[in-house]
């Protein structure tokens, strides 16, 4: 598969945990937020994703949080597990079309 | 229901080649973008594609230039390969006209060149 994620940030949790994945971005001026997920030799698979008129959004077993006077951005992933193993990419858009991502992260979870 | 595929899965050519990535979106999508990722970063955002035009450009030369079908599938074209061209190139296809639709993304065609 591909190499993703070579050269980056690495968190590594326990199975079991709860990891937290941070992100700052730049622009000041982006009203949608989205967390992807890439395993090795796959696309980015969508998450979840927030807008600037809130602070926090909840899925399953996931939390973004936005904080917009600081420009940052937090992915929460509860009880993590094996399968949960991959990197996470932050990415924002500005009212247009295109996507910015962010350097992403890899998480390795300890089973 | 088959998502978004792309071919071919890896492509190697020569400096000042020129290349063809063909994309097929998710069913009851019409919308299509191009990202290019190298080793270890984060996707860059080259075009996107809506009504067969390109309706929002990323910073990338004109070199690359793309293509949306009737059909909604799409090309990308690359024209005078440089080695920095080398990466993942993936396609992500999104329904509606809204700016906050969700993107499924392809596998990705992995390009080197040498």
């Known amino acids: 598969g591909e190499n993703v994620g070579l050269h980056l940030p690495t968190l590594s949790v326990q199975e079991g945990d709860n990891s937290i994945i941070n992100c700052a971005y730049s622009n000041s001026a982006s009203d949608y937020f989205i967390w992807y997920k890439q395993e090795s030799g796959k696309g980015p698979q969508f998450i979840i994703d927030?807008?600037?008129?809130?602070d926090k959004r909840q899925g399953q077993r996931v939390t973004v949080l936005l904080n917009k006077t600081v420009k940052h951005l937090s992915l929460q992933i509860a009880a993590t597990q094996p399968g949960d193993s991959a990197v996470y990419f932050c990415?924002?858009?500005?009212?247009?079309?295109?996507?910015?991502f962010g350097a992403g992260t890899r998480l390795f979870v300890k089973a | 229901d088959a998502g978004v595929t792309q071919s071919p899965t890896h492509l190697i050519k020569t400096r000042g080649q020129q290349v063809t990535l063909r994309c097929s979106p998710k069913?009851?999508?019409?919308?299509v973008s191009w990202y290019q990722q190298a080793l270890g970063q984060g996707p860059q955002f080259i075009f996107q594609y809506y009504e067969e035009e390109e309706r929002q450009r990323g910073n990338f030369p004109d070199r690359f230039s793309g293509h949306q079908f009737p059909n909604y599938s799409s090309e990308l074209n690359v024209n005078a390969l440089l080695l920095g061209d080398s990466a993942l190139y993936l396609c992500a296809s999104s329904a509606g006209t809204s700016g906050v639709d969700e993107q499924f993304f392809g596998p990705g065609t992995r390009l080197t060149v040498l």
């Open positions: 990415a924002e858009r500005d009212g247009g079309f295109k996507t910015i």
């Open positions: 069913s009851g999508h019409d919308t």
């Open positions: 927030i807008r600037s008129n809130m």
